[in-house]
């Protein structure tokens, strides 16, 4: 995967795509914000969501270890597995010991992130997957855009296009007369669907929140497919996050109330199933649980980063976020993307690494305008702003040793240069004026408001210009504009 800048540019040039976004996410936003303002003490009720998360995670262990003898007790088997490679084989010996060549999946971030599917596939077991949106990404060979609709990328018309080409293939296929109608679509997903939940003996699943008291997961939905996942198989294996879990019923409360109202606009979750290992002759029979590290602890352990496990994946940071609305999730490079994307991937895999990969995770704290829109509606108040400039700094001492010059870190020493000497920073400041005179003159941009703007320039500064428009400075600094219109007062500057 390129690094951001790279995939936004290509993005950017993608106007449906753009038009796609900006329509879900305006859509979603005012749901959101139509919901919140419901409730009164929304901001006490955030406030009681962060103080739970934040406590759950500085206990951690002690609530993972109650959580696993819980598990334990109720029949399940849990498993520990530090990357997603460990995380993989597990899934994969469960569905090798029962023989099976598919598997049913309830949509879940944390095996997308671990890459179940491709690693399913490899040993010959097909993953299909339930949720509608999910179901629209893995026909159209795609990869999901949104926490929440990973198909938000698509429209209609391309959904009906992707289900008449593909479902035949994958089973049941669409019907002759499928139109772009959602509920004829959606018709045609759950006959696709239904086909499989009836066939499949093992469901795969994540969970929401594990609550540790009484060893149970959570999946929290709107389809009922996750439900189905959960109780149809005979064997049902959950890869968990190590941050889901919280100590007691009571403190899931607010969480549960916070999360449909960001996430969805609903007041609450349509299907809230949870279960502890296993009922003799009812659901699942055989049940594992695989508690995933894969950079979590190394998250926990960076003071400012942590807060970004409190993360209930509600996605409201993406639907407010000016940098997502324009270029959408696949130019993260990663099943999370968005804000809380920016800020997840350096903190699990570290900054600072070597070859292309560490340059797309590098790339990722600089991918927002820090303009603190996803601070506002973060239901668990993440403060994503803070730990964005927390990574760039990482990011910046991180590279400190490398070879070769960087143009910023050129502009930047300039700036330095400049802004400590007064006469230096007069003469930049007439210079900037001289600047501004020409551009206004010769700029090829007419910004909103009637201000001229420079077109790619060339050399280094085509770097900066190319996504970019450089409005034309001032004609007139703060400093000359105080002489010309005070000369008395010259002396007092
Ligand atoms: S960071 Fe906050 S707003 Fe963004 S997905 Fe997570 S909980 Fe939701």
Redesign the pocket.
């Known amino acids: 995967m390129p690094a951001f800048p790279a995939a936004a540019r290509v993005a950017l040039a993608d106007t449906q795509l753009r038009h796609n976004l900006a329509h879900a996410t305006r859509t979603i936003r005012d749901k959101r914000a139509a919901v919140v303002g419901e409730v009164a003490q929304w901001e006490a009720l955030r406030l009681a969501g962060a103080a739970v998360k934040e406590s759950a995670l500085l206990d951690l262990d002690r609530h993972l270890e109650q959580l696993e003898e819980r598990l334990t007790a109720a029949g399940a088997t849990v498993h520990w597995a530090r990357d997603a490679e460990e995380a993989c084989a597990v899934v994969a010996a469960v569905a090798r010991a029962h023989g099976v060549d598919e598997v049913v999946k309830v949509k879940s971030m944390a095996t997308a992130e671990i890459g179940l599917n491709e690693a399913l596939a490899a040993e010959g077991i097909a993953a299909w997957e339930t949720d509608l949106a999910e179901l629209i990404v893995q026909l159209g060979g795609d990869l999901p855009s949104h926490?929440l609709v990973p198909a938000i990328h698509r429209n209609r018309a391309e959904i009906r296009e992707i289900f008449r080409r593909e479902m035949a293939a994958a089973g049941r296929p669409a019907p002759d007369d499928l139109t772009d109608e959602p509920a004829v679509l959606a018709a045609a997903a759950r006959a696709h669907l239904r086909e499989k939940f009836l066939r499949a003996k093992v469901g795969v699943s994540g969970a929401n929140f594990a609550v540790a008291e009484s060893g149970t997961l959570v999946v929290v939905e709107s389809e009922g497919n996750g439900r189905m996942c959960l109780t149809l198989p005979e064997v049902l294996v959950s890869v968990v996050g190590i941050e889901k879990v919280v100590p007691t019923w009571e403190a899931l409360d607010p969480l549960l109330r916070?999360?449909p109202r960001?996430?969805t606009g609903e007041r609450m979750n349509p299907y809230t199933s949870t279960w502890s290992g296993v009922t003799p002759g009812d659901g699942p029979q055989e049940v594992h649980v695989v508690l995933l590290d894969a950079g979590r602890t190394r998250a926990l352990a960076d003071e400012v980063g942590r807060q970004?496990l409190?993360?209930?994946?509600?996605?409201?940071?993406?639907n407010?976020c000016p940098v997502y609305e324009r270029t959408g999730g696949h130019a993260y490079g990663s099943v999370?993307p968005?804000?809380?994307g920016a800020?997840?991937n350096p903190l699990m895999k570290g900054v600072g690494q070597a070859g292309p990969e560490g340059a797309q995770t590098d790339s990722l704290p600089y991918a927002s305008s820090l303009c603190g829109a996803?601070f506002e509606?973060?239901?668990?108040?993440?403060d994503?702003p803070s730990v964005l400039v927390d990574l760039r700094a990482q990011v910046v001492d991180a590279h400190r040793g490398d070879r070769g010059v960087k143009g910023e870190a050129v502009a930047m020493r300039a700036a330095a240069w400049s802004f400590s000497d007064a006469r230096r920073l007069a003469w930049a400041e007439r210079a900037s004026g001289v600047a501004g005179r020409v551009l206004t003159r010769l700029g090829r941009t007419t910004l909103p408001g009637g201000r001229r703007a420079a077109g790619r320039l060339p050399g280094p500064g085509a770097a900066w210009t190319g996504a970019r428009d450089l409005p034309a400075p001032p004609r007139e600094s703060f400093r000359a504009w105080w002489a010309r219109t005070r000369p008395t007062q010259e002396d007092d500057r």
């Open positions: 926490i916070l999360l960001s996430s970004a409190r993360c209930i994946r509600c996605s409201a940071c993406l407010v999370y968005g804000p809380i800020i997840l996803c509606v973060c239901p668990v108040r993440i994503i």
